[in-house]
């Protein structure tokens, strides 16, 4: 056997050393490129949610500061502190704006922090939409990305801040780059340049979340102020209302009923065909119909604002704004009727627990809700229950019979989104518990079916539409009432997916509908047109100016 030469023998732990060295040597600088492009990446991406251009030749002064701090940082645990703390500020930034960026989707309108509380609607529908399960993956997948930004960040930060400290290169390149950035921030600032080579995205990010926050601060006095102006306020019970003695009065709010609904390609034609049949129906039940539009607070869902607004006379556009007036003692329509003597009932059948401003400020003596209206049909999405099911409920158990006046809001959420699946209509009669719709849901696309084309989506969303207007239409046929007096209207216009559709407004119809002939000489200087559907020339309001024009109308002046 042959005996290996000494410098064979002796020569290869230093080859395997070195080839060991090399190999560390190449993850180490792979470490920290990828280090690098996480400092470079991540705090320009809330730019990119905010409607900036391609990241190319930016550079973060968030990540410059970071990087700069910690190289001089001669301490192991505040250089950890800070990387922390840099990880968090980037990812809140990140957090902020793609909220931001949903609202401005969704809603048409930027996200103020004041108002998160929401954020536990959105899980709602979208829960509603995929099924809880799947929403929750979601929301643990969201929060697992959150937990890994804020530490990559913070990894990142301190890795390049250990090459600096510790190569003369790394603090060349560094001061190189902070030179470039301050020379580019002289020649196009960051937060005044639309695409600067010296970006603070993150920073602009945080900072217009704290200046919508002051601003809506500020605006708490304005709302304050329109609170307190009320005409109504402490007017006589026995002046309120006095032209609809012995009226039964139903607010019927259709979700999503905009004016793209009537207007928007691919939806109108269906719902203004459902429309003209309902003016030619109730022509013959001898009703009469008065249309015009009203202009919403809110656009692409939170309807309690658009809902708060026409109820109270104030203008209500935020969750702020909205906490603050059902904290006053602002006088509702709701509560007026109820002082006037009126039975005031909510049915509200999207809600599944008490609601506690239903009675301390709209000063409703009944609610109902989806617990209490003995429905044992199939939940279609979101609309728990199905409109027609929830008129007929509400016929059946405040209207027949022998009963004094009775004043209603009625939410109609079949045309909430993600509309689908869809409910039809089964004759008046053989409505039942519900259980006659257990076989429809099955023969209605899914939503997730439906949400993977846009032109589907406004398809559904104006079927939906056409089924809530069907609904109430069988309502007034089947209701032997000749005191009834409907006040139907829109919420706010769809999501942006459907809005697109149409003109861009935040206008939504509506309509008052009765047999009386003095109900139409009571509104007679409104100017409405005649029939379901308002003309291009019918009056436009704002949705604040409605609590007043109706209570002038039918009441006294106070």
């Known amino acids: 056997m042959n005996t290996p030469a000494p410098d064979e023998r002796f020569g290869a732990a230093p080859a ?33 949610l905010g409607g900036g251009g391609a990241p190319l030749l930016r550079i973060p002064v968030e990540s410059l500061v970071a990087v700069a701090v ?11 502190a800070l990387a922390a703390a840099f990880g968090l500020f980037v990812t809140l930034a990140l957090v902020l704006a793609g909220i931001d960026r949903g609202y401005e989707s969704a809603l048409g309108i930027p996200f103020v922090p004041l108002d998160w509380p929401q954020l536990a609607d959105a899980y709602g529908v979208v829960a509603d939409a995929i099924g809880q399960p799947l929403a929750n993956v979601l929301v643990a997948a969201i929060a697992l990305v959150i937990a890994a930004c804020i530490a990559g960040l913070a990894w990142a930060a301190i890795r390049v801040a250990g090459v600096v400290r510790s190569s003369s290169d790394g603090r060349a390149v560094l001061a190189a780059t902070t030179a470039v950035w301050v020379a580019a921030a002289l020649v196009a600032p960051p937060l005044r340049t639309t695409d600067p080579v010296a970006a603070a995205a993150s920073v602009g990010s945080v900072g217009t979340a704290v200046s919508r926050t002051m601003s809506a601060l500020h605006e708490q006095a304005a709302v304050a102020r329109d609170i307190a102006d009320d005409p109504y306020a402490g007017a006589p019970a026995d ?51 008065q249309s015009a539009w009203l202009t919403s607070p809110t656009f692409g869902g939170r309807s309690w604002l658009a809902h708060s607004t026409l109820q109270s006379g104030v203008w209500i556009d935020s969750q702020t704004a909205y906490e603050q007036v059902v904290a006053s003692d602002r006088l509702t329509l709701a509560r007026a009727f109820a002082d006037a003597g009126w039975r005031t009932v909510a049915d509200v059948p999207s809600n599944t627990r008490a609601w506690d401003e239903g009675a301390t400020f709209y000063g409703y003596g009944a609610q109902l809700d989806a617990n209490d209206v003995g429905y044992r049909g199939p939940k279609f999405g979101y609309a728990r229950i199905p409109d027609q099911y929830t008129l007929k409920h509400f016929a059946d158990t405040e209207l027949a019979g022998a009963h004094g006046p009775v004043m209603a809001e009625i939410d109609l959420v079949s045309s ?138 039918f009441s006294p002046a106070p």
């Open 16 to 48: 395997t050393a070195s080839r060991s060295a090399r190999r560390r040597r190449i993850v180490a600088g792979l470490a920290t490129a990828g280090a690098i492009t996480v400092l470079v990446a991540l705090p320009l991406v809330p730019g990119l």
């Open 70 to 80: 910690l190289a001089i940082l001669p301490w192991r645990m505040p250089r950890i």
């Open 239 to 289: 002046r309120l209302l006095t032209a609809l003695r012995g009226k039964d009065v139903v607010i019927a709010f259709v979700e999503s009923y905009g004016r793209v609904a009537l207007e928007g390609d691919g939806i109108a034609e269906g719902v203004r065909g459902v429309l003209r049949d309902g003016d030619t129906a109730l022509a013959a039940d001898g009703y009469t119909a």
């Open 416 to 553: 909430h989104t993600p509309w689908a699946p869809l409910p039809q209509l089964v004759p008046w009669d053989a409505v039942g518990d519900g259980s006659v719709y257990d076989a429809q849901p099955a023969h209605s696309r899914t939503a997730s079916a439906v949400w993977h084309d846009p032109r589907t989506v406004q398809q559904y969303y104006g079927l939906s539409v056409q089924y809530s207007l069907r609904a109430l239409m069988s309502f007034l046929q089947n209701v032997d009432d000749p005191d009834l007096v409907v006040v139907v209207l829109g919420d706010h216009q769809p999501a942006s997916v459907v809005s697109d559709a149409g003109p861009a407004s935040h206008d939504v119809p509506i309509t008052v509908i009765a047999r009386d002939p003095a109900v139409f000489a009571a509104i007679t200087e409104w100017g409405w047109s005649p029939g379901l559907r308002p003309t291009d020339a019918a009056p436009v309001w704002r949705m604040d100016a409605f609590r007043d024009r109706f209570l002038d109308a």
